[in-house]
């Protein structure tokens, strides 16, 4: 007769699985965020180390880009393929002051708006998305 036996079940391979691919999917999407977030850094500290200041039109304004053109002192004029940076609220045919690095003009920004732009929406975005996260992984970890 065995009065202090104990019943243990095999641990649910699947369940384990999914909560750590999740909590590696949370991660990589902070990954991301947190590059996005760095190269907008970088292309501020560019522009700050040649600055160009220069009143720009602007061309066109779509979910993916704004772009707008802008003659440089030399004479050239130039309008960034990629568009201009931080164009939260331009409208096409408005005048906007923008700062360019001198060195390469096709990274241009709205003048006084910088990285810091960037802060709210990506780290509002992350909290999103560890919020959906924390659920599964919690339920998943507390049935394992």
């Known amino acids: 007769m065995v009065d202090d036996a104990v019943v ?63 003659a440089t002192p030399d004479g050239a004029v130039y309008s960034p393929s990629q568009g201009v940076l931080y164009p939260d609220g331009l409208e096409p045919g408005q005048l906007v002051r923008v700062e360019y690095d001198t060195a390469n003009p096709e990274l241009a920004r709205v003048q006084g708006r910088t990285y810091t732009l960037a802060l709210l929406p990506v780290g509002t975005f992350l909290l999103a998305v560890w919020a959906v996260l924390a659920v599964p992984v919690w339920w998943l970890r507390r049935r394992v």
């Not at 079940?9 to 990589?28: D, N």
């Not at 977030?37 to 180390?49: N, R, S």
């Open 8 to 70: 243990t079940r095999a641990r649910p391979k699947g369940r384990l699985l999914v909560g750590r691919a999740l909590l590696v999917l949370g991660l990589l999407v902070t990954l991301i965020g947190l590059v996005l977030v760095g190269a907008c850094f970088k292309d501020d500290l560019a522009i700050e180390k040649r600055t160009g200041h220069v009143t720009a039109e602007v061309v066109s304004v779509s979910f993916q880009r704004t772009v707008v053109r802008f």
